[in-house]
């Protein structure tokens, strides 16, 4: 078993940053590819970032690329969200996922491990 808690999350104007850390406690983190997914209101949840267990391969949804950075931290057990010039549409909970070895899939399914979600607030 793996528990994911995130943070970070807050009111922030648009054009600022914040940055999102996930938390992870358990098992040995540094063989799980994590992710980061949000979910506005009325939205599905939808895939922001990941990053592969083995390479350390990033990968992005063309929305956030040049403007969000994951990053992990293995002795720490923490995966980070660097988000640089936030936009009102990046507004949502953001949730922490991880899975056993793993990709780097978009697809929620994917993931056996989530975080209770951080909200991200970007006023205009």
């Known amino acids: 078993q793996v528990q994911l808690v995130e943070s970070g999350g807050g009111l922030v104007q648009a054009g600022g940053s914040l940055r999102l850390s996930c938390a992870a406690s358990?098992?040995?983190?540094?063989?799980?590819?994590t992710a980061w997914f949000r979910q506005a209101p009325g939205k599905e949840r939808e895939f922001v970032a990941a990053?592969?267990?083995?390479?350390?391969?990033?990968y992005y949804r063309d929305s956030v690329k040049g403007r969000f950075t994951i990053s992990r931290d293995n002795a720490k057990n923490t995966v980070y969200l660097q988000m640089n010039s936030l936009k009102p549409e990046d507004t949502a909970v953001y949730y922490c996922?991880?899975?056993?070895?793993?990709?780097?899939?978009?697809?929620?399914?994917?993931?056996?491990?989530w975080g209770q979600g951080t909200q991200v607030t970007v006023s205009s």
């Open positions: 358990g098992r040995t983190f540094s063989s799980y590819t």
């Open positions: 996922a991880a899975e056993q070895v793993g990709y780097g899939s978009v697809f929620p399914s994917r993931y056996n491990y």
């Open positions: 990053i592969r267990w083995s390479s350390g391969s990033t």
